[in-house]
């Protein structure tokens, strides 16, 4: 596609329950992020995909969280056992990362997630 | 590990204003830095950047150069337009990752 697509764009949990986020990054990008934005705060890095490398998650701030991402495509973010802690919004990012080093980041739009 | 500190906002000026906004690193190595910026309701998009020491990214008006000696990579603007109301992060790439700083949100009034 065009650019970093992300969905949904809103997700309205409640306390206690699973959620399932998704990125289609650009085509050809090999690398991908996930970064979290709470309200009035920096982007806080989560995790890092590049190509068939095992996945940097040193980001994650609990086992409650976890990512996966097939090959080169399509990455989900998913989130167990939601707590209001959690409210912010998820933004996805992909990279050409050549040569192991960051050119430019391109984002989506993110995700606004409210755990009620 | 790797951080990036940046002054905190909200900073608010008059239009054609001179504008500073102060970023500092820490880092092992020999990091990219860069500044992203964020215009309200849109995502994140690379505004400049600058890949090794005494280097000046610049874009739009805006320049900031890396500084190895105060290791730091202040954003510049002589003249700043209403247009350019956004918030505006600091980023350092040492490794394939990227980390930001917290933001700065800048407000212009005519």
């Known amino acids: 596609g065009a650019g970093v697509s992300q969905s949904p764009s809103n997700k309205v949990t409640e306390k206690g329950k699973d959620v399932e986020l998704r990125c289609d990054p650009i085509?050809?990008?090999?690398?991908l992020y996930w970064y979290r934005q709470r309200l009035g705060q920096g982007l806080e890095f989560l995790i890092y995909?590049?190509?068939?490398?095992?996945?940097?998650k040193s980001g994650l701030p609990s086992d409650r969280f976890s990512a996966e991402r097939t090959g080169e495509s399509v990455s989900t973010l998913t989130i167990q056992r939601t707590q209001q802690e959690d409210s912010a919004v998820y933004l996805c990012?992909?990279?050409?990362?050549?040569?192991?080093?960051?050119?430019?980041?391109?984002f989506g739009s993110g995700t606004q997630l409210s755990v009620l | 590990g790797d951080s990036v500190t940046q002054m905190e906002g909200p900073v608010t000026l008059s239009e054609e204003a001179f504008l500073t906004i102060n970023c500092t690193y820490t880092a092992t190595g020999y990091p990219s830095l860069f500044w992203y910026v964020q215009y309200p309701g849109e995502g994140l998009q690379l505004l400049l950047k600058a890949t090794k020491a005494d280097d000046k990214g610049s874009n739009k008006g805006f320049e900031a150069t890396y500084r190895k000696e105060t290791t730091s990579f202040h954003l510049e603007k002589g003249s700043v337009q209403v247009s350019d109301s956004a918030v505006y992060f600091c980023?350092?790439?040492?490794?394939?990752?990227?980390?930001f700083g917290a933001g700065t949100r800048l407000t212009v009034k005519p």
């Open positions: 980023a350092l790439s040492d490794t394939p990752d990227m980390r």
């Open positions: 995909f590049q190509g068939n490398s095992a996945p940097d």
């Open positions: 085509s050809g990008h090999t690398a």
């Open positions: 990012a992909s990279s050409l990362a050549t040569e192991g080093v960051n050119e430019k980041l391109f």
